[in-house]
């Protein structure tokens, strides 16, 4: 089915692990957007693109990267885990309206 | 920067009573989106309103874009258990949607009893 996929859908991280989390749509969209969601605070904006080999900060880009080497992919990495991205993370592509991902919750202990 | 207030944060009602929630911002409204979310799952797309005085229906839940207000209101008739979760707004920050996404409220939590 059409859509943006993440993976994966859960991870424990320990304090200064990195990790990938993974975003993929197979809609052809140029633009992407990576939100994390903290309890009670809505989503805010991390980094997205506005197609392949551009990408820009959003609202809270500090602890993360991304790249976007093709269309359809537009991976957030984390490379020293902190408590406080504990959150839960999801992806989104946009042409005429927006398409979200599922969903990653990510627990940093 | 645009900020979205959502009103009221959390909101208990009597399954089939009516309710209204409110989503106001600090600019003009380009492009309002409403989105559900079931506690621990993803972003389900309820409406979408563009233009001053739109209003757009899916099967008990109608939603009212108001310009000159700068506001957004969803409104659910005969609440079933299966509106309860929480709903967002986001804004889009220019006509056509900006490049760096929309800006969301913080949502209010439904919750529906029995």
């Known amino acids: 089915n059409a859509g943006v996929t993440q993976t994966p859908k859960f991870r424990i991280l320990k304090i200064g692990q990195s990790m990938t989390l993974q975003c993929t749509q197979d809609?052809?969209?140029?633009?992407m957007y990576w939100y994390r969601q903290d309890p009670g605070m809505g989503l805010k904006l991390i980094y997205y693109?506005?197609?392949?080999?551009?990408?820009d900060k959003g609202e809270v880009p500090n602890g993360y990267n991304v790249s976007r080497s093709t269309t359809e992919d537009f991976p957030l990495r984390l490379e020293l885990a902190a408590p406080s991205q504990t959150s839960v993370y999801f992806c989104a592509s946009r042409r005429d309206g927006y398409t979200f991902g599922s969903g990653t919750r990510l627990t940093v202990v | 920067s645009q900020e979205l207030e959502q009103s009221p944060q959390s909101l208990i009602v009597q399954e089939g009573k009516n309710l209204t929630i409110n989503c106001t911002s600090s600019k003009t409204l380009y492009g309002l989106y409403w989105y559900k979310q079931k506690y621990g799952e993803g972003l389900i797309f309820l409406m979408m309103?563009?233009?001053?005085?739109e209003e757009k229906s899916h099967e008990k839940i109608t939603a009212k874009l108001d310009e000159k207000k700068q506001q957004s209101s969803l409104h659910i008739t005969a609440s079933q258990p299966s509106h309860a979760g929480i709903y967002l707004c986001g804004a889009d920050p220019e006509v056509g949607g900006g490049a760096d996404g929309l800006t969301f409220g913080k949502g209010t939590h439904l919750i529906i009893q029995p």
């Open positions: 309103l563009q233009k001053g005085g």
């Open positions: 693109s506005v197609g392949a080999g551009i990408t």
């Open positions: 809609m052809n969209h140029n633009y």
